[in-house]
């Protein structure tokens, strides 16, 4: 199978869906000609399809979300970039007022088919306004479906499903991911909501990550298989709303023991949820208490040392499960 990036995988969706659907558009700050999407997602797009559907717009993200909504409205297909996630801030009012509940409030009359994509996370240096993970803030709202690819094959899979869901879609994208590359098959394909994937099998210990957090679940896994032999089954849901609860509880009575390990703030984030949940459906299982492993609860720093202490490093997260598991180096405790 070849093998392309996160962000060449992105563009293959949206190529595609709107090559068969003329409702499909994109709406964004410096998606065009000129500058093809901040982290390049977009380029070829506005030469291929013109500036009727691929649509500059100026630097006011009230402006770009509010164009969506009012082109879902009149039976539109739009995908609407938020340059990145942090400023979705600027139009939290529409989502939480307007995107959430317009299906509710018009009693099915209307529905909008919008997807908001939203580059997030840590990675570079670039400080409390452009490296957060937002995507636990709108769990809580109802009316929302919530993504979060970890590869290409994900991406693409998940950004063709959410283009013609008919439903509203956060789809949140980590830029560490964008020039990540993974096998993407030629032929089309799609992932449905709802449905979680086992990255990788075992037996001693369930990770639910999410987003880049798979990618360090995968070297935590490795390290630990290797220095103390505990074998980690790795989940990825996929998406968070609707979440595959089914999958988790399967690998938590498999396992006994369960980890949540997101970039996120800690406090009241997707771990907080899916402990929750665990809690409540899956708690003869639980031999130990849930974990959450999370960044700390503070902005994050625009200094890249600074920046490490704060978000879920492998070393940060090998060191937080070996305490959990009561672990130590090169030795393994089991029950």
Do not use: W
Request: charged share 25%; proline share 6%; net charge negative.
């Amino acid at each position: 199978m070849r093998e392309i990036t996160y962000g060449e995988a992105l563009r293959e969706a949206m190529a595609e869906e709107m090559r068969k659907d003329e409702d499909v558009i994109l709406i964004g700050e410096d998606v065009g000609k000129g500058y093809r999407g901040c982290f390049g997602v977009s380029t070829g797009l506005f030469e291929e399809f013109g500036p009727e559907r691929i649509i500059d717009t100026p630097i006011s993200e009230n402006t770009i979300l509010g164009s969506g909504i009012g082109a879902s409205l009149m039976g539109m297909k739009p995908i609407v970039e938020i340059m990145f996630a942090d400023f979705i801030g600027v139009c939290f009012d529409g989502i939480l007022n307007q995107v959430s509940k317009i299906n509710f409030m018009s009693g099915d009359q209307f529905n909008l088919n919008l997807v908001i994509r939203l580059p997030g996370g840590s990675g570079g240096g670039t400080g409390p306004h452009h490296s957060q993970c937002l995507e636990g803030i709108f769990q809580s709202i109802p009316g929302l479906n919530i993504v979060l690819p970890s590869n290409a094959y994900e991406a693409k899979g998940l950004l063709k499903t959410s283009i013609s869901l008919g439903k509203p879609v956060l789809f949140f994208e980590h830029k560490k991911l964008y020039k990540l590359k993974s096998g993407v098959p030629e032929q089309e394909y799609a992932i449905p909501m709802g449905k979680g994937r086992i990255v990788q099998e075992g037996d001693d210990l369930t990770i639910v990550a999410v987003s880049y957090m798979v990618e360090v679940a995968k070297k935590v896994s490795e390290q630990l298989k290797k220095e103390n032999g505990v074998n980690i089954e790795v989940i990825d849901p996929r998406t968070v709303v609707p979440l595959d609860t089914e999958l988790i509880g399967n690998s938590v009575e498999k396992t006994s023991k369960l980890v949540i390990l997101e970039e996120g703030p800690l406090r009241g984030g997707i771990g907080a949820e899916v402990a929750a949940i665990a809690s409540e459906k899956f708690f003869d299982f639980l031999d130990y208490p849930v974990k959450r492993i999370a960044s700390k609860n503070t902005p994050i720093p625009m200094t890249p040392s600074l920046e490490k202490e704060v978000i879920p490093t492998p070393e940060r997260v090998v060191e937080e499960i070996r305490d959990f598991l009561g672990l130590k180096k090169g030795l393994l405790i089991k029950d």
